[in-house]
Every structure is written in structure tokens, then in C-alpha cells.
């Protein structure tokens, strides 16, 4: 069965450094998201994508925050200086049409 | 903007219960209520979802409820096992939007 999967697993990094984090949707999907879950809190929306374009994003998605789908499998997201305070788990998420299927995530830790 | 409660925050049943975890959402616009399951370290993992021109789906020991006028749904687990223990959530999302809005989960743990 086709999935969502994401890389690195976990993430460590000190504040202010640029991160990026990997996703590989599944294949014949058009449309991709990134969510956050803070620990021990609800999953967050940040950010979908759609024909090569952000189509929409929350107020978390600020200018330190860029998604890009590089080539025909990859989709990315990009801290550009990272806080503490974004320390978290980061979900891909894709889907064809309204169900969103989620990859495992990534878990970053800033120090 | 649109807002989903989820009751109650833990749940502990015996194996061979039923469990029941129930959601409210505020917009009326909302039309789509997926229902996910995560477990320790993982992603979450779509379990059942219901769109709001139905009222009940079913899928073998899982189903969901939709009371439109209530603005509620509702996630029933019968004959839970112990497999069943992870953290629920509920989202529901608005017609021409791409974002899921979250519940704040239930841990669901039965016991043997």
C-alpha cells in the first residue's frame, strides 16, 4: 500500500540554524500539506500546496517558514531560523482529493 | 474561524467494551470529518471518515456518527481490544478549504 514518508526521523538543531525537512508524498497525489503537533497537543495546519503554489496557510507559517516541491516526488519544508519554540513533530500529509493521508513525521528538537 | 472540541480527553475501557468519543465543531460550512488514530511515535493513521451528506458510516467494529443540526459526530469503537489503545483524534473540514482542523485527541486505553 502506497504511503507518506518522511525524512530525517528526528532532527536536532541549535537556534537560528536553517533546516529543512523531506517529504515524499504519495505518487499520484496533487495535493500536499505540512501540519505540526507540539508535544502532548492537538495537530496544527500550516501550510498546503497545489500546483506548484501554496494555496493556503496559517498564521504559523510565517516568513521564517518556505515549502517547495523540488522535483516530481519530493516536497519540502524550510525553517530558515529556527526558535526554540519550534521544536515539534512535522507531518507531510498528502491526498488526491479531501482525505489526507500522513507520513510518519519528523521530530525536531531545537537547542 | 472554525474550532473542534473533543470529550473526553482519556478513556479506559475493559476489552470486549464499547467506546464512544464525541467532537463538536463550530462552522456550519464544515463538510468533511475524517476520524484518526495515532499511535506512540507515529503519524496519524485515517481510521473512518464521514462527509455531511451522510449521517452514519460504517467499517466492521468502527463507526461514525454525524448530527448536522447538533453540529456534532461521534467515533464508536465496539469490542475494543487492546490494539485498539492509542490517542483518537476527530477533524473536520470547511467545503473549499484545503486545511484540517483538529480536536485535542483521546487516549483511549483498553485493558485485557
Known amino acids: 500500500e502506497p504511503e507518506v514518508t518522511q525524512t530525517p526521523s528526528h532532527q536536532v538543531t541549535q537556534m537560528g540554524q536553517e533546516v529543512i525537512l523531506r517529504c515524499v508524498p504519495i505518487?499520484?497525489?496533487?495535493?500536499f500539506y505540512w501540519y505540526r503537533q507540539i508535544l502532548g497537543q492537538k495537530v496544527e495546519f500550516l501550510v498546503s500546496?497545489?500546483?506548484?503554489?501554496?494555496?493556503?496557510k496559517s498564521e504559523i507559517f510565517d516568513d521564517q517558514f518556505s515549502v517547495e516541491r523540488p522535483d516530481g516526488s519530493n516536497f519540502t519544508l524550510k525553517i530558515r531560523s529556527t526558535k526554540l519554540e519550534d521544536s515539534a513533530m512535522y507531518f507531510c500529509?498528502?491526498?488526491?482529493?479531501?482525505?489526507?493521508?500522513f507520513g510518519p513525521g519528523t521530530r525536531l528538537t531545537v537547542l | 474561524g472554525e474550532n473542534v472540541e473533543q470529550h473526553p480527553s482519556t478513556l479506559s475501557v475493559q476489552e470486549g467494551d464499547s467506546a464512544v468519543i464525541k467532537c463538536t465543531y463550530s462552522d456550519s460550512a464544515s463538510n468533511y470529518f475524517p476520524w484518526y488514530k495515532q499511535e506512540l511515535g507515529k503519524g496519524p493513521q485515517l481510521i473512518i471518515d464521514?462527509?455531511?451528506?451522510?449521517g452514519e458510516k460504517k467499517d466492521q467494529r468502527i463507526a461514525v456518527t454525524l448530527n448536522k443540526t447538533a453540529k456534532h459526530f461521534s467515533l464508536h469503537i465496539t469490542e475494543t481490544q487492546p490494539e485498539d489503545s492509542a490517542v483518537y483524534f476527530c477533524?473536520?473540514?470547511?467545503?473549499?478549504?484545503?486545511?484540517?482542523?483538529f480536536g485535542t485527541g483521546t487516549r483511549l486505553q483498553v485493558f485485557p
Open positions: 477533524a473536520a473540514s470547511l467545503r473549499n478549504t484545503d486545511k484540517l482542523i
Open positions: 464521514i462527509r455531511s451528506n451522510v
Open positions: 505518487s499520484n497525489h496533487l495535493y
Open positions: 500529509a498528502s491526498s488526491w482529493a479531501d482525505t489526507q493521508y
Open positions: 500546496f497545489y500546483n506548484n503554489e501554496i494555496s493556503e
